[in-house]
């Protein structure tokens, strides 16, 4: 950028930081990570500034952020699920269970049962199958992006129905 002068820059941080912010709050649903994601978006941004068409800079920026915070959160699944894998599982069932969240998944699956079919189906390759969401994009006949905007929308259906009762 303009020979290296990382001074014009600031101004696009103060700018978008904002919208990528939320965006990565989207993917995240933690404020520490987001802020993470941004921070490395910009920085993959600004070492790819060749890369740009010179067409609008937001979009752009925006698909930085998700695809930074989306690898991030595979990385932490994948970290997890090895990390989890390690411990000793005869002791994880008597801390986690309890009358009360007995009845919270007997709701969650009533819950489940009054979402239409595709959105069941998007719950099930995600949480279930662990797909990721080029995947599920794939195995839907969908895009990427409407796969992330479908379960948005679905999880927070099942918050409402879970909370309220049936739509």
């Known amino acids: 950028?303009?020979?290296?002068?990382?001074?014009?820059?600031?101004?696009?941080?103060?700018?978008?930081?904002?919208?990528?912010?939320?965006?990565?709050?989207?993917?995240?649903?933690?404020?520490?990570?987001?802020?993470?994601?941004?921070?490395?978006?910009?920085?993959?941004?600004?070492?790819?500034?060749?890369?740009?068409?010179?067409?609008?800079?937001?979009?752009?920026?925006?698909?930085?952020t998700m695809h930074t915070a989306l690898n991030m959160m595979e990385k932490e699944r994948r970290y997890n699920r090895y990390s989890t894998e390690a411990q000793p599982l005869e002791n994880v069932a008597d801390e986690t269970y309890s009358d009360e969240h007995e009845v919270r998944l007997q709701r969650m699956e009533q819950a489940l049962q009054q979402l239409s079919p595709d959105d069941r189906q998007l719950i099930s390759l995600h949480y279930f199958k662990k797909m990721k969401t080029d995947e599920m994009a794939t195995a839907m006949g969908m895009t990427q992006s409407n796969v992330l905007v479908r379960l948005h929308r679905v999880r927070d259906r099942l918050k409402k129905i879970m909370n309220h009762g049936e739509e």
């Open 1 to 64: 950028m303009n020979g290296g002068n990382t001074r014009l820059f600031t101004p696009v941080v103060q700018r978008y930081s904002g919208m990528m912010l939320s965006k990565a709050l989207t993917i995240t649903r933690n404020r520490d990570r987001a802020a993470e994601a941004v921070q490395m978006a910009f920085t993959k941004a600004y070492a790819n500034l060749d890369a740009w068409r010179g067409d609008t800079l937001g979009p752009w920026l925006m698909t930085i």
